[in-house]
């Protein structure tokens, strides 16, 4: 088992920046890719960003590329999700997941541990 923890969602006004951790215990972390998704009221979890368990591969949702960076830390047993000129849009739910299959195109299904999310609220 993983257990998945969310900290650093909260209100911010468009062009604000947020960085989202995600803290991990239970098992070895370097064993797992790590993703982010999030999920907006009234609309399907989607993947944002993913990075491999060595940080040698990321991959991002083209509607945050350029915006968000997905790094990790396997010596603190942490993912970040480092977000930048944020949109109202980007308001949801966040969740960190963790997989551990082979590096692979995102998907949701893929994942087999997940956080219970975190608030991100981008204002007008």
């Known amino acids: 088992q993983v257990q998945l923890v969310e900290i650093g969602g909260g209100l911010v006004q468009t062009g604000g920046s947020l960085r989202l951790s995600c803290a991990a215990s239970?098992?070895?972390?370097?064993?797992?890719?790590m993703g982010w998704f999030r999920q907006a009221p009234g609309k399907e979890r989607e993947f944002v960003a993913t990075?491999?368990?060595?940080?040698?591969?990321?991959h991002y949702a083209d509607s945050v590329k350029g915006r968000f960076t997905i790094s990790r830390d396997n010596a603190k047993n942490t993912v970040y999700l480092l977000m930048n000129s944020l949109k109202p849009e980007d308001t949801a739910v966040y969740y960190c997941?963790?997989?551990?299959?082979?590096?692979?195109?995102?998907?949701?299904?893929?994942?087999?541990?997940w956080g219970q999310g975190t608030q991100v609220t981008v204002s007008s």
């Open positions: 997941a963790a997989d551990s299959g082979p590096w692979r195109a995102p998907r949701t299904d893929a994942y087999e541990y």
């Open positions: 239970g098992r070895t972390f370097s064993d797992y890719n």
């Open positions: 990075i491999s368990r060595s940080s040698l591969s990321s």
